[in-house]
Every structure is written in structure tokens, then in C-alpha cells.
């Protein structure tokens, strides 16, 4: 069992020592430490493996102390709290700040014709271990946002800084207190792998944001796929390609409907609704899905099918998660947090492994195995799967009769993919430092489609499809 600790140290010799020891004293092994003083002094992550709870809440209580470290600093803050226009609203404000003896040196705020205000404020804070107590307390009660924060000689205070980045992606995401904390935790970690490659560390942040920005702005009412439809032999072929995410395929027989990958999850209703609006019988047609890999950006439909086609390794990937163990990605130090953060901004949930229809598993040592097949309109269609060098379970369809391969993403049309999918598919490599868990295997994988399957219509996991 692991637990990651945000602690508040001084900047000083023997802090990290202190921490040590009261960890190693509870039974718990360090084993992940991140700390950057150019970016801040005074916090620290700790990853620290135990064999119990019990052991993590000894762990908490003796590191108490290292939170509430007084440093004899003033700090000032300059914030800026919304506040509904009505009678007393700012009272519970001025009672938090009361509480903790926090001065005001400076307030502004004034009826502007809405419900609501904006109230600036400056606030002296004595004891600075008491910043994130403070700001926790307003923001119970209102929205607030970090304007300024007065820096003098020293680094900009991490407890400031991860807050506002914190509260930036709550604001983008709408995320309750645990995703805001699980986003600032792994965000560090990916700044910490930057860091040893010699990355500017806050490049990190600005990559995550503009991550979660991309994938609201393209929600909703904005969800605006490129769409086509191909006749391919006595099948009809939906192509839906989301500005992120996978691209969604659609076969649609006399009376049934195969898809291929099912996008993110933040999508699935826009995607679905989308869908229904080019088939309008949709909700009464058969329907079935089958998934080229595990990966979140290709599983956000499934919760809409009652049967999902996948390879044995891929569905041994959600089983691991309904067991509570860790995902293949998650696995990867490099992955690991980038696939947390893809989980936060998708909005993904486990879906459970119930309906899951196991086409067959991958036992030798080839690029690909044929693992099984099924029939769809009348067309056998063959699964094979890959040597895993994009993800475990990686796995290609091919229907030989219409010359068409479903290749996930161990093939993806980047020449023919829109400015947007573009745009998108730059921040997921620096953040993960390469898509592939294996790029060696997967460069074999995409040679072996290439030279199997020439004059096939190939169908990429990204962008449209395209003759091999």
C-alpha cells in the first residue's frame, strides 16, 4: 500500500531528516521523495509504501507537526473572493480570517448590476503554515482565486502556487477536493520525471492546463466531430473523429451495428447522441463494441453496450482495476501519472468487467497472434493481437472480404488528422515522454501492418482512415 504526503517543511538543513524519522519510527519505507527549491523552499512530496492503514495514520499524526511549522514570516496575499450581493454574505469571510488573526491591508469591492461581487482583499497572514488552512476556509463557503502574492527574495510559496494551479483545474474540470489533490499530486510527479530530463518543471502545469482546457472546449454544445460515411461492400462505415480522443467507427448491417473504440468518457454522451443523430434508429438497433486496447480515450462508450468485445489481455487490464490493483499504464512510472490525469480530466469510472466477451488470448512470440474471430453482416472478422508495444492487449481487426484493418493505435493517419487532433496529440508524448510502452515493439508492429496488409483500407485509433 502506497500513500503520497504534501508536507510543509522549512528551509533549512535537517527538515528532510526530521521527516525521515518519523516515517522509518512508524514503520513506513520512503519511496518516491520530490522536492525542487527553485520552484519552492517549503514543500515537499513524499511517496511512502506500508504494510497498513494503521501505519499511514501514525505516519499523519507525527507529521503534523511538519504542516504547522512556524517560520516568523509575514506573508501577504492578494485574493479575490466571490460573493453573492446579498445581505451579510461577507460575514462568514471575516470570521474565518477573525479565526486565524489574519489582517486585512487592503479591500475593494462594489455593487456591480449582478447577483454577485467580487471582493479584493489583501491579507497579512503571520504565521504562514496557516495560508492553505485560510484559503480552505473561504473556500467553503466561495469561490476564491489568488491574485498576487508578495514574493520579496524569495521563491513564490509552493503552498500558493499548487493551490492556485489546484484551483485553476477545479474551476476548468468542476473537481471536488480529492481529484483537486490527486491532479496537484501526480502533476508533480510529471514535473519531477521532467525535471531529471532537464525540462523546464513548470512547463509541466502549463501542458496539464492547456490538457483539461482542450477537453472542455470541445464538449457539450461544442462537440463538433468531423464526420464521414464510406459504402464498404454491402456494410455502411460511420467515421466520428472528436477534436481529442479516439476515433469512433460504426458498421451498420440491416438491423445491427458494430462499433469500433468508444472515445473518452466525457464524451460518451455527446458521442452517442451524435451517432443517434446520423442513425436515428439506433436505440433500437443490436449493438455490440469491440476495443482495440485498454487505453482511456478508446473505452468511454462501453458503459452503453451490453456485450464488449476485447482480447484476454485487455480485459485482464480491467480486472486489475476492479480488483484494486494497478492498470497496465499505471504500472509505467512515466504513465502512471499522466494516466491519473487523463482519469480526472475524461471523467472516467471503472465500468466493471460483467459484460466483457473475451475473443481469445495471446499465448507465442509473434508481432501478432491471431486470437479469434467473429461474424458481423455476414463477414468474418479476425482479431489479432499485438506484441504490446503501444499497451498491453493492443489488438488489430481485420475483415479480409471487405479489405479492411481496424488498427487502434499501433497505426494512426497523423498526415490526414485536423488541426485540432493535431494540436491535442502534441501534449500527450511530452507529458508521458512517449505513447508507446515499448516503442522498439511498436515500430515492428507498424511495419507489419504496413507491408500485411497493402491495399487495405486501414481505420487508425487517431484520425481518418486511409489506404495502406
Known amino acids: 500500500m502506497r500513500h503520497t504526503y504534501v508536507i510543509r517543511v522549512e528551509d533549512k538543513a535537517g ?26 523552499s517549503n514543500t515537499m512530496f513524499l511517496e511512502v509504501a506500508a ?99 508578495e514574493m520579496t527574495d524569495k521563491v513564490l510559496d509552493n503552498t500558493v502556487f499548487y493551490m492556485t494551479f489546484a484551483s485553476d483545474m477545479r474551476k476548468i ?72 480522443g479516439s476515433t469512433v467507427y460504426v458498421l451498420e448491417s440491416d438491423d445491427s451495428l458494430l462499433f469500433i473504440d468508444g472515445g473518452f468518457s466525457c464524451y460518451a454522451d455527446d458521442t452517442f447522441r451524435f451517432i443517434e443523430s446520423k442513425i436515428p434508429n439506433l436505440a433500437s438497433m443490436e449493438r455490440e463494441i469491440f476495443i482495440t486496447h485498454p487505453d482511456l480515450d478508446h473505452v468511454g462508450l462501453c458503459p452503453y453496450f451490453t456485450k464488449v468485445r476485447l482480447s484476454g489481455t485487455a480485459y485482464d487490464d480491467f480486472l486489475a482495476e476492479e480488483e484494486g490493483r494497478d492498470r497496465y499504464r499505471e504500472s509505467n512510472p512515466n504513465h502512471a501519472p499522466y494516466y491519473r490525469i487523463s482519469a480526472i480530466i475524461a471523467q472516467y469510472r471503472p465500468f466493471g468487467t460483467d459484460w466483457m466477451d473475451i475473443i481469445g488470448r495471446r ?53 490526414d488528422s485536423t488541426k485540432e487532433q493535431r494540436e491535442f496529440n502534441t501534449l500527450a508524448p511530452y507529458l508521458m515522454q512517449s505513447v ?26 487517431h484520425g481518418p482512415p486511409m489506404e495502406i
Not at 531529471?196 to 492546463?209: A, H, I, S
Not at 454544445?221 to 459504402?231: A, K, L, N, Q, T
Not at 508481432?367 to 463477414?379: K, L, N, P, Q
Not at 515499448?438 to 485509433?461: H, N, T, V, W
Open 15 to 40: 527538515s528532510f531528516l526530521k521527516a525521515a524519522r518519523v516515517i522509518g519510527s512508524c514503520g513506513g519505507n520512503i519511496v518516491r521523495t520530490s522536492y525542487n527549491r527553485s520552484v519552492d
Open 51 to 149: 504494510d497498513n492503514e494503521s501505519i499511514f495514520d501514525r505516519i499523519s499524526e507525527g507529521l503534523g507537526w511538519m504542516g504547522y511549522l512556524e517560520d516568523g514570516e509575514e506573508d501577504t496575499i492578494l485574493i479575490s473572493i466571490r460573493i453573492p450581493d446579498v445581505p451579510n454574505a461577507v460575514i462568514p469571510v471575516l470570521e474565518i480570517l477573525n479565526r486565524f488573526n489574519v489582517n486585512i491591508s487592503y479591500m475593494n469591492a462594489q455593487d456591480n448590476g449582478t447577483p454577485e461581487q467580487h471582493f479584493k482583499m489583501a491579507i497579512h497572514i503571520d504565521d504562514p503554515s496557516m495560508t492553505k488552512a485560510v484559503l480552505d476556509g473561504i473556500a467553503e463557503y466561495y469561490e476564491v482565486t489568488i491574485l498576487d502574492y
Open 173 to 244: 474540470l468542476s473537481l471536488n477536493d480529492s481529484d483537486s489533490k490527486e491532479m496537484m499530486i501526480c502533476s508533480n510527479r510529471i514535473m519531477q520525471i521532467l525535471d531529471d530530463r532537464g525540462e523546464l518543471p513548470f512547463k509541466t502545469f502549463e501542458y496539464v492546463r492547456k490538457f483539461a482546457e482542450f477537453v472542455v472546449q470541445h464538449g457539450g454544445d461544442r462537440f463538433e466531430p468531423r464526420y464521414s460515411v464510406r459504402e464498404i461492400g454491402d456494410l455502411r462505415m460511420h467515421i466520428v473523429e472528436p477534436a481529442c
Open 363 to 415: 499465448n507465442g512470440d509473434d508481432v501478432y497472434e491471431r486470437i479469434g474471430s467473429f461474424d458481423f453482416g455476414g463477414h468474418e472478422f479476425t482479431a489479432f493481437e499485438g506484441n504490446g508495444g503501444h499497451v498491453d492487449g493492443d489488438t488489430i481487426l481485420v475483415c479480409d472480404d471487405l479489405g479492411l484493418v481496424f488498427t487502434g493505435d499501433d497505426f494512426i493517419n497523423v498526415r
Open 436 to 461: 508507446n510502452m515499448d516503442s522498439d515493439r511498436a515500430r515492428l508492429c507498424r511495419k507489419y501492418i504496413e507491408s500485411e496488409f497493402r491495399g487495405y483500407l486501414a481505420c487508425p485509433g
